[in-house]
Each structure stands twice: as C-alpha cells, then as structure tokens.
C-alpha cells in the first residue's frame, strides 16, 4: 500500500491536501483503495473516497529510532541540501541544526532561508513517506557554531574530521549528535571548543569527502537499532 502523510483529520477521515490529490492520481489510484496515512507519526490503514480517506484502522507501526539524533551542518550549497535531508530523512535523523562556521562560503539571508526551509521540509515529508518513516526532519535556522556547542549536554556528540587518525569499525548509539564541516572544512580552532564541550573526533576514512558525502556517511554509522 503507498504511504501519505496527511495533516488535517475530520471525523473519522483524513483530508488531502494538494500534494497528496496529486500523488495519488499520479499512481492511478481509484475509488476505495486501501492506503496508508501517516497523521501525527501514526499509521492507519484508510480507504480513498474522492478528496478524502475513511479510517479503516489504526495501526501499531513505529520505525523510528528510540533515541533523539541531531545532524548539526554548517550551511553549504543549498542543492546540496537537497540532497541530504532526503539521504538523512531515510537515515532516520530526526533533526537537522544548521550552523554558522568560520569557513562557510554560502551567501544568505533570513527570508531566504525561511523560503529554503519549506522547501527542505517538503522533501524530507517525501522521504518520510518513501522510507517509512513515522516522522519527517525537523528543520531549525542556522545558529553560531559556539553557540550550539553549549545545547544537547547529556547527548553523545561526535565530530568528524579529516585530520583524526582512522579508527576501526564502529556504530553510533544513544541520543546522538553528529557534526560534520562545510566545503571548507572546520578550522583546527572549532575542533578543540567540540572537545572541550565532550565532543569526540572521529575519522570517516583516509579520504577527503565532499561536504554531502561526509554528512552521509556519517549518519550512515549509527547503530540500526538505536
């Protein structure tokens, strides 16, 4: 059965709002067809009726992880970030923090990031649904990288960068948060204020990554039953 996330509830119905309207003639779907809605991270099983879905039955689904991750990333080409709240949307991170680092190259402002950000969320709601997921990525507007050094204390915080020495294999577990420089790169200088706010540099290999690739990989290592 294909997903939709749906956010409006009347009775015992969910609305479709244009994007699912759209979906679901896209896919030929008729009259009574059995779908799955997502509303407020839980799953029903609900049967089409023109711009509406009869709730069948609510059903006992929860992919997401236990634990909170947070993916904090300086602002790098906003294409790019395209790229990786989908790829971090499947990996199931469940928010993304951008921030402001000494090397980004990203000319900004507020109202535009605001405009990228609906935008960033709707591909993360599309990957929700593609991927399973009970909930899309929260999506917060960049903050100073000191800042943010001084949030999440009793988490688990790993950094990666190119200058630490390769570790063997390992998973990523407990509430986590995951940071991972621009093109750029971090400076040398936010890599020590990361460990002395209990951040621990990890290596993602003897290779330089792109930004995208980094972040990716990076989240790729938390342990799938966190």
């Not at 709601?125 to 990288?145: D, G, T």
Request: glycine share 4%.
């Amino acid at each position: 059965m294909l997903r939709f996330l749906v956010s409006q509830k009347e009775g015992n119905a969910f609305i479709f709002d244009k994007n699912n309207q759209e979906r679901i003639k896209a896919n030929r779907l008729r009259e009574n067809e059995h779908i799955l809605c997502l509303y407020e991270n839980e799953y029903y099983e609900a049967s089409i009726s023109k711009n509406k879905a009869n709730i069948i039955k609510k059903l006992d689904i929860n992919n997401e992880f236990k634990h909170d991750i947070v993916y904090a990333l300086p602002l790098i080409k906003y294409k790019k970030i395209d790229l990786l709240v989908q790829k971090l949307t499947e990996l199931g991170v469940k928010k993304l923090q951008l921030l402001l680092t000494e090397n980004i190259s990203v000319k900004y402002t507020i109202d535009d990031l605001k405009k990228k950000i609906e935008r960033w969320e709707a591909i993360s709601k599309a990957a929700c649904e593609q991927s399973f997921r009970n909930n899309y990525l929260k999506i917060l507007m960049p903050i100073k990288f000191d800042d943010f050094l001084k949030q999440y204390l009793n988490y688990n915080k790993f950094i990666a960068h190119e200058k630490q020495e390769v570790e063997e294999s390992f998973f990523l577990e407990g509430d986590l948060v995951l940071v991972s420089g621009p093109e750029g790169g971090l400076t040398q200088d936010e890599v020590e204020k990361a460990l002395k706010n209990n951040f621990k540099v990890i290596s993602l290999g003897k290779t330089i990554l792109r930004a995208e690739s980094a972040a990716i990989k990076l989240a790729s290592l938390i342990k799938t039953n966190n």
